[in-house]
């Protein structure tokens, strides 16, 4: 069954400190995404890795994608206010249907 | 292009009662995913539509669920009759292509007391 464990859950940090969200899954997969969540909002796509090695940046936040040690992180450089959200990752795979299996999500407050 | 619209934002039920949860894709996306995250858990996977058919409700909690997606527009997915264990916020999104990007509405927050 592919599972996906997210860590830390909750992260309190101080603005332009970095930071990492780690998420691991159990099998393969095909696809790892990263989506974000402001409360109330929907659940914005924020990255989509495709391979091993793959890495992706926007702005202030880089994803990465190991698949061999079925990893991918989140790394978030000098972190700012308009960061605190929530992040879910989330996985695929073809012989799945495609449909999305979630980690909990790691709720993220910068503060001043 | 307007986004995924869910209908209502909250509902606040009692327990026994009937609540009908709807969704409008973005124009053109074949594919509809419904999703729910029960407070403290994962988003969990309900089912997903090609068009009007259901091509996946392994996620299904139970028949007290049940999800139409009559003409291959918007869907509704009604629960009868409500139990507390099915509050959360139900999700739905919908994709051009089966494997697609998946873009996803705001939820709809469900509580049952």
């Known amino acids: 069954e592919l599972k996906v464990e997210q860590n830390p859950l909750f992260l309190s940090m101080q603005e332009g400190k970095n930071y990492t969200i780690y998420c691991n899954y159990s099998t393969t997969s095909d696809r790892l995404y990263w989506y974000r969540q402001d409360p109330g909002k929907s659940l914005e796509s924020l990255f989509v890795l495709l391979s091993n090695g793959a890495v992706k940046q926007e702005g202030r936040l880089m994803a990465s994608l190991d698949t061999k040690a079925r990893l991918s992180t989140l790394h978030i450089t000098a972190a700012v206010h308009d960061l605190s959200a929530t992040y879910f990752c989330?996985?695929?795979?073809?012989?799945?249907?495609?449909?999305?299996?979630w980690g909990l999500g790691t709720s993220l407050a910068v503060n001043p | 292009e307007a986004g995924v619209t869910q209908f209502p934002s909250h509902s606040v039920i009692e327990k026994g009662q009937t609540v009908t949860l709807r969704c409008d894709p973005i124009?053109?996306?074949?594919?509809l995913y419904w999703y729910r995250r029960v407070m403290g858990k994962e988003i969990k996977f309900l089912l997903h539509f090609v068009k009007e058919s259901k091509q996946d409700e392994s996620g299904m909690p139970n028949n007290r669920f049940l999800a139409e997606r009559t003409g291959g527009t918007y869907s509704t997915l009604k629960v009868q009759p409500a139990e507390l264990e099915d509050s959360g916020v139900y999700f739905c999104?919908?994709?051009?292509?089966?494997?697609?990007?998946?873009?996803f509405g705001p939820g709809t927050r469900l509580t049952v007391t």
């Open positions: 999104a919908s994709s051009q292509a089966q494997g697609g990007e998946q873009y």
């Open positions: 124009s053109g996306h074949d594919n």
């Open positions: 989330a996985v695929d795979r073809a012989g799945n249907n495609r449909k999305l299996i």
